[in-house]
């Protein structure tokens, strides 16, 4: 994630920020520019002063405080690019499911944040009831049926519950995982549509079976048989959960949840200029300051090349603070090629 600036009085602004902390100016996100704009005005019309006074207002949902983008003042579309992916929202019942709502809120725009900087085309369900992007996030009811979290042709489901920590520490638990998040749940997801988009509409297939393995594998009998047995005793030679393992369609949706985890975090180091520089002798191939934006990165080797020594420095810090590591995860070679995969296939979409 870039740093931002207050065109009004030049202060540091972070993504989620709504009002400047310094001049109070008003702040909403300009998706296209992916950038933070101090507003000027009252009420549905405001001049974004990082748009040259462009007419904008808030997307309906800052209404709720759920959303800080902008859509253009004179167009028909009342919610942002980010939020008119989203098909069905919690009934806001309680000041808990709004909290909850929220959160999903914050990890989904992060995730939209990725996608726009990747260039990926993003229909939505109008522009293509069959295939477009959209999200339905349900809550469980006393009684009611269970909410699994997935994807199908595009619509992706999110159980509400997974915005509680309580609930999601004890479901990764459960599932022996060593990360869970509501920012990996959406990367996840939105990596199976992907799939369908890139991968198998894009002419893909032959070169994603050589390295992830054939799909067309039964797919109910993959998972079933991966929760009965668990996965294979070698699985961190070849892929970067034991999850991925499951079926060659999670291997896809888990290295790309991968892919935008690098591609955000290192975005971030390289916005604060962060560098590593250890200490102790023999070190030399963990010197490194980020300087490189992932993004437009031309290969996946650089990029790599500076997150492996930047993760091993901030587990270092994190382990100092008691806390898990920031990615309890290993790249091995064939993980390698298939973030190269993806990372190519990204670039090579025409403009
Ligand atoms: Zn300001
Ligand atoms: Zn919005
Ligand atoms: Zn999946």
Not at 38 to 59: F, I, P, Q, S, W
Not at 70 to 94: F, K, M, Q, T
Not at 239 to 244: L, P, R, W
Not at 280 to 294: Q, R, S
Request: charged share 25%.
């Amino acid at each position: 994630m870039k740093l931002f600036n207050c065109q009004n009085c030049g202060s540091l602004l972070f993504f989620e920020n709504r009002r400047c902390e310094t001049c109070g100016a008003l702040l909403g996100y300009l998706p296209e520019q992916a950038t933070i704009s101090a507003l000027g005005g009252d009420g549905d019309r405001l001049a974004a002063m990082a748009a040259g006074g462009a007419a904008v207002r808030l997307c309906a949902n800052a209404e709720r405080d759920a959303c800080n983008w902008l859509v253009d003042a004179d167009g028909a579309e009342s919610y942002c690019a980010a939020c008119r992916h989203n098909r069905i929202i919690p009934e806001i019942a309680s000041e808990r499911t709004l909290v909850l709502w929220r959160r999903l809120e914050l990890a989904k725009h992060r995730l939209f944040y990725s996608l726009i900087r990747l260039r990926i085309p993003l229909p939505n369900r109008n522009d293509d009831p069959v295939g477009g992007l959209a999200f339905d996030f349900l809550d469980e009811v006393p009684g009611g049926p269970k909410i699994l979290t997935g994807h199908e042709s595009g619509l992706i489901t999110i159980n509400v519950q997974e915005a509680d920590d309580a609930h999601r520490e004890e479901m990764r638990h459960r599932m022996h995982e060593t990360y869970r998040t509501l920012l990996g749940h959406f990367r996840h997801e939105v990596g199976h549509w992907i799939w369908d988009r890139l991968v198998r509409d894009g002419g893909r297939l032959d070169a994603f079976r050589a390295l992830f393995g054939d799909e067309r594998a039964d797919y109910a009998q993959a998972l079933a048989r991966h929760y009965a047995d668990g996965p294979a005793p070698d699985w961190q030679d070849r892929t970067i959960s034991a999850y991925a393992t499951s079926h060659p369609w999670e291997d896809f949706a888990e290295t790309w949840a991968h892919y935008l985890h690098i591609m955000d975090t290192l975005e971030t180091a390289n916005a604060f200029g962060i560098g590593v520089r250890p200490v102790v002798p023999h070190a030399a191939g963990l010197d490194v300051t980020v300087a490189i934006d992932p993004y437009r990165a031309p290969g996946m080797d650089a990029v790599i090349d500076q997150w492996v020594p930047l993760v091993f420095a901030v587990n270092s810090l994190n382990r100092s603070m008691g806390l898990a590591d920031l990615y309890p995860f290993v790249i091995t070679e064939p993980v390698r090629d298939k973030l190269a995969f993806i990372h190519a296939m990204v670039h090579e979409r025409p403009a």
